[in-house]
T-cell receptor, first 112, second 113 residues
Framework: DQQVKQNSPSLSVQEGRISILNCDYT??????FLWYKKYPAEGPTFLIS?????DKNEDGRFTVFLNKSAKHLSLHIVPSQPGDSAVYFCAASENTGNQFYFGTGTSLTVIP | NAGVMQNPRHLVRRRGQEARLRCSPMKGHSHVYWYRQLPEEGLKFMVYLQKENIIDESGMPKERFSAEFPKEGPSILRIQQVVRGDSAAYFC???????????FGPGTRLLVL
């Protein structure tokens, strides 16, 4: 049962434009969300997080938005750069648990 | 501060052999998590350990898989009598007590022939 879903397996964006990666979840008990970035043959690298008490968190070019009523979060990258090309995973956890549930990833390609 | 270390990075085993995957958490981190990524899938939680204790093993297959995090030394994920379906990337992550964010190692890619 996939509790965290990333329905777009891939996304292509022109350099300098905005990249929007989407993530949906089904478990209303999730209260902490993260985005990871992964290059081939490497482990996931933490990018940005948000707790359920917020609806937005910003860090440089990266902003994560959380819509709890829709059980939806998104990652905005602006402006997109070729080095952002990677697979992006969203992950979620419950306050009482320690495991993260990961989506299947979205492969972002930023075209120079 | 070195990141999470995993070795070996690549491991090839024949069916029926044993695979041992090692994970050294970041300095100061006492929580270790193991995840598995099958081809074309996301990461799936396997087990969460603290020093000398298994806290949550709800994602571990019931047979052939075991994990430990001894008082001294790295965490070990052990797979006995490997089968082809065990071929995957196995990632270890660690976190300190005070943080929820998990930091991942580079992974061990297991190939079962």
């Amino acid at each position: 049962d996939q509790q965290v879903k990333q329905n777009s397996p891939s996304l292509s964006v022109q350099e300098g434009r905005i990249s929007i990666l989407n993530c949906d979840y089904t478990n209303s008990m999730f209260d902490y969300f993260l985005w990871y970035k992964k290059y081939p043959a490497e482990g996931p690298t933490f990018l940005i997080s948000i707790s359920s008490i917020k609806d937005k968190n910003e860090d440089g070019r990266f902003t994560v938005f959380l819509n709890k009523s829709a059980k939806h979060l998104s990652l905005h990258i602006v402006p997109s750069q070729p080095g952002d090309s990677a697979v992006y995973f969203c992950a979620a956890s419950e306050n009482t648990g320690n495991q993260f549930y990961f989506g299947t990833g979205t492969s972002l390609t930023v075209i120079p | 501060n070195a990141g999470v270390m995993q070795n070996p990075r690549h491991l090839v085993r024949r069916r029926g052999q044993e695979a041992r995957l090692r994970c050294s958490p970041m300095k100061g981190h006492s929580h270790v998590y193991w995840y598995r990524q099958l081809p074309e899938e996301g990461l799936k939680f396997m087990v969460y350990l603290q020093k000398e204790n298994i806290i949550d093993e709800s994602g571990m297959p019931k047979e052939r898989f075991s994990a430990e995090f001894p008082k001294e030394g790295p965490s070990i994920l052990r797979i006995q009598q490997v089968v082809r379906g065990d071929s995957a990337a196995y990632f270890c992550a660690s976190s300190p007590v005070t943080e929820e964010t998990q930091y991942f190692g580079p992974g061990t890619r297991l190939l079962v022939l």
